[in-house]
Nanobody
Framework: QVQLVESGGGLVQAGASLRLSCAAS????????MGWFRQAPGKEREFVAT????????MYADSVKGRFTMFRDNAKNTVYLEMNSLKPEDTAVYYC????????????????WGQGTQVTVSS
């Protein structure tokens, strides 16, 4: 069982940066691939980024590639999403998720989810 708690969201202006954190409970965090997803009002949940259990492999949605960086610190049981050059279209609730072994771009392949953190980018 893994419990996930996101933090770091907020209201920022376009062009600003934010770092989201996702703290995980449990001693086997390093076995889990992790993902970040987001959901804007009236839209479906969409993939943002994923990282493998080791942190050695990452993948990003085209919409965030070059602006967002996902990384993990297994010693701290935490995964991060560094978001730069934020745009109004990045406004959404951001969720982290966990699944065993490798990450995935598909939200239905994740077993555990956090409660989400709101990111709002004003123009």
């Amino acid at each position: 069982q893994v419990q996930l708690v996101e933090s770091g969201g907020g209201l920022v202006q376009a062009g600003a940066s934010l770092r989201l954190s996702c703290a995980a409970s449990g001693r086997t965090f390093s076995r889990y691939g992790m993902g970040w997803f987001r959901q804007a009002p009236g839209k479906e949940r969409e993939f943002v980024a994923t990282v493998s259990w080791s942190g050695g492999s990452t993948m990003y949605a085209d919409s965030v590639k070059g602006r967002f960086t996902m990384f993990r610190d297994n010693a701290k049981n935490t995964v991060y999403l560094e978001m730069n050059s934020l745009k109004p279209e990045d406004t959404a609730v951001y969720y982290c998720a966990a699944r065993e072994d490798y990450g995935s771009v598909w939200y239905d392949e994740y077993d555990y989810w956090g409660q989400g953190t709101q990111v709002t980018v004003s123009s």
